[in-house]
T-cell receptor, first 115, second 115 residues
């Protein structure tokens, strides 16, 4: 089975600063990787996903993530954050070879951007 | 708008009661997933249906049950409710299992409060 560890439960940063949200996964098989964002009182929205190919993946709202197979990591980055990026971010993994589509989620990282 | 519709958005009930949460997946999606989100447990996978059939079961209590109807909408039934069942319940959908490599599309959730 897969598991996902988000190393920081809370990340406070100032506006226009860079940010990195860390995600490590554990799996005995090849995986697909995802980052979702949850704004207050809303559902989860996909930020980006890694399926194959280039290990640097670009998503919406200026976010990007890099897949590192040797370190089993998929860290999310943004060079300059805005107040509106304040939200909870979830890393998720899916077994590439599974006929099931379920995602395994990390516990989430609350990103708070201060003015 | 993800295209996944959940009702009701909010529900307050008493211990021992039974509630039904409803989910309409995106048009054309055959798979429906239910997740429970609580502060102490994070996002927990409950159950998955594909085209009316149960496909995978996660941490779903025996007091909970679900089904997917011929029109592909799904219902999650929660009975003998306890205080600890208070949580945000998400429904998600995807096109199909197996060959799809895509993400899950989430509804906005049903917030259940048990008093």
């Amino acid at each position: 089975a897969q598991s996902v560890t988000q190393l920081d439960s809370q990340v406070p940063v100032f506006e226009e600063a860079p940010v990195e949200l860390r995600c490590n996964y554990s799996s005995s098989v090849s995986v697909y990787l995802f980052w979702y964002v949850q704004y207050p009182n809303q559902g989860l929205q996909l930020l980006l996903k890694y399926l194959s190919g280039s290990t640097l993946v670009k998503g919406i709202n200026g976010f990007e993530a890099e897949f590192n197979k040797s370190q089993t990591s998929f860290h999310l980055r943004k060079p300059s954050v805005h107040i509106s990026d304040t939200a909870e971010y979830f890393c998720a993994v899916r077994d590439r070879g599974s006929t099931l589509g379920r995602l395994y989620f990390g516990r989430g990282t609350q990103l708070t951007v201060w003015p | 708008d993800s295209g996944v519709t959940q009702t009701p958005k909010h529900l307050i009930t008493a211990t021992g009661q039974r509630v039904t949460l409803r989910c309409s997946p995106r048009s054309g999606d055959l798979s429906v997933y239910w997740y429970q989100q609580s502060l102490d447990q994070g996002l927990q996978f409950l159950i998955q249906y594909y085209n009316g059939e149960e496909r995978a079961k996660g941490n779903i209590l025996e007091r909970f049950s679900a089904q997917q109807f011929p029109d592909l909408h799904s219902e999650l039934n929660l009975s003998s409710l306890e205080l600890g069942d208070s949580a945000l319940y998400f429904c998600a959908s995807s096109a199909q299992t197996g060959s799809d490599t895509g993400e899950l599309f989430f509804g906005e959730g049903s917030r259940l409060t048990v008093l």
